[in-house]
T-cell receptor
Framework: GQQLNQSPQSMFIQEGEDVSMNCTSS?????WLWYKQDPGEGPVLLIA?????ELTSNGRLTAQFGITRKDSFLNISASIPSDVGIYFC????????????FGKGTRLSVIA | SAVISQKPSRDICQRGTSLTIQCQVD?????MFWYRQQPGQSLTLIAT?????????ESGFVIDKFPISRPNLTFSTLTVSNMSPEDSSIYLC????????????FGQGTRLTVV
């Protein structure tokens, strides 16, 4: 089946630093999504990308849909303690009737 | 997007018993998806549930172990049957508004511990 390779697996950073994580795939996706999961909660959507080459920001978060449609990155600028959590990339082929394929997640720890 | 209410949020169950997880969506959706997230792992799709038809299960998951109901366009249940400690996971339901370029939204998850 399709797989997403997400890296890094975990990160420990100082508060105020910038963070970058990425996902690659052997398959082409129509949509790339980035989610954050806090302990005991379901994933919450951060950014959705629908076009190859698209660069989208949401506050301190910026994500890009790779030109080849096989990769995406997420940047977090000026990290704060509440950024702690697990970040998942997800890719999708097709319409709303198709499920997402998830990366393995990046566990982010922010040291104050 | 829409809101999914999932319950229970957590449960501790004896091995050999069954647990039914419910998800209620605040709008009508075509498909609902059930995922399992084992400790420290990513989300793995269990099955896709379409209203009025049998759910479609992914490789490694079977209906006898994870029966799913989808009686209408706003509700679905997943039952974890004859539980063993290996079933201890977070179970998540998800859906998307039909159409292109729509993102998936999730329930809060059910943290299941089997003892």
């Amino acid at each position: 089946g399709q797989q997403l390779n997400q890296s890094p697996q975990s990160m420990f950073i100082q508060e105020g630093e910038d963070v970058s994580m990425n996902c690659t795939s052997s398959s082409i996706f129509n949509t790339w999504l980035w989610y954050k999961q806090d302990p005991g909660e379901g994933p919450v959507l951060l950014i959705a990308l629908y076009k190859a080459g698209e660069l989208t920001s949401n506050g301190r978060l910026t994500a890009q849909f790779g030109i080849t449609r096989k990769d995406s990155f997420l940047n977090i600028s000026a990290s704060i303690p509440s950024d702690v959590g697990i970040y998942f990339c997800a890719g999708q082929l097709g319409s709303g009737n198709t499920p997402l394929v998830f990366g393995k997640g990046t566990r982010l720890s922010v040291i104050a | 997007s829409a809101v999914i209410s999932q319950k229970p949020s957590r449960d501790i169950c004896q091995r050999g018993t069954s647990l039914t997880i419910q998800c209620q969506v605040d709008s009508q959706v075509t498909m609902m998806f059930w995922y399992r997230q084992q400790p420290g792992q990513s989300l793995t799709l269990i099955a896709t549930a379409n209203q009025g038809s049998e759910a479609t299960y992914e490789s490694g998951f079977v209906i006898d172990k994870f029966p799913i109901s989808r009686p209408n366009l706003t509700f679905s249940t997943l039952t974890v049957s004859n539980m063993s400690p290996e079933d201890s996971s977070i179970y998540l339901c998800s859906s998307r508004i039909a159409g292109w370029n729509t993102e998936a939204f999730f329930g809060q998850g059910t943290r299941l511990t089997v003892v």
